[in-house]
């Protein structure tokens, strides 16, 4: 199973993405969180782990990925960037990071000024997502970047299902409701998180995101995973939300595949 996590800046994604990887190895799966953010680098630290080096690495850096996408032009999408597919028991040695049975794994990150735009880790992203085999109790949770530029990469359409952050924000609200309508058009279903809740809030979110059946999760406002956050980490105790939150999402996994 394959599930995309997204939302705005600051929504809670990474904070819901490290939360459920536990959640779901505690329940036995076996874990892999992809961070697909070029920008946002505190993923590992509410997974507990030390940052690997990026995956484009492993492929020579962003030269040697950028020439591989260069020569394929000017059909740039069909640059083969992986020799062969791979699976979360088999990922390139020393460019994944794990603990507590969660594997994590850095497409890429820009790391200096003047680097260059994210294409190139982009193309990689959906590469491997595409690539990467996945059976029986396997669980690949990517964290996306802030806003719907990888629904335009063409990353949403390698996941089973795509699960949004919607928290009490204007702009987090009408992203909701785009991206419902991307989803129809690329096939694969999406559902709400309700982030940072309060009922003072059901009115103007329930009816402007797009279709409210299909909230799957509602998580309070918690000011202990607010504090947790704010030190790169997470809770020690999995609200009971993400716990039903992860039955959800297999229950859900399951009926696409029925």
């Not at 003072?200 to 607010?226: A, F, L, Q, T, W």
């Amino acid at each position: 199973m394959k599930v995309v996590i997204c939302g705005k800046g600051g929504s809670g994604k990474s904070s819901i993405s490290a939360m459920l990887a536990h959640e779901f190895s505690d329940m036995g799966k076996n874990v892999l969180v992809v961070d697909t953010d070029e920008s946002n680098t505190g993923l590992n630290s509410l997974l507990g782990v030390v940052s690997p080096p990026d995956l484009m690495e492993y492929l020579g850096g962003r030269a040697a990925v950028t020439e591989k996408i260069m020569k394929a032009a000017p059909d740039y999408a069909s640059a083969k960037l992986l020799d062969e597919g791979i699976d979360i028991n088999s990922l390139p040695e020393g460019y994944y990071s794990e603990k507590n049975g969660v594997r994590f794994v850095s497409v890429g990150k820009i790391h200096e000024a003047g680097e260059g735009c994210a294409c190139p880790m982009g193309m990689l992203a959906r590469e491997f997502l595409a690539g990467i085999r996945t059976s029986g109790d396997d669980v690949v949770i990517v964290d996306t970047e802030a806003g719907i530029e990888h629904f335009g990469r063409g990353i949403d359409a390698e996941a089973d299902l795509v699960l949004m952050v919607v928290d009490p924000s204007f702009e987090s609200v009408r992203l909701a409701e785009k991206v419902y309508g991307m989803s129809e058009h690329s096939g694969v279903p999406v559902y709400y998180i309700l982030n940072k809740w309060e009922e003072m809030y059901s009115k103007e979110i329930r009816g402007n995101i797009g279709d409210p059946s299909r909230i799957i999760c509602v998580i309070n406002h918690s000011p202990e995973i607010i504090y947790a956050g704010l030190t790169g980490s997470i809770p020690e105790s999995v609200p009971a939300e993400i716990t039903g939150l992860a039955d959800s999402v297999l229950h859900l996994s399951g009926k696409q595949e029925e």
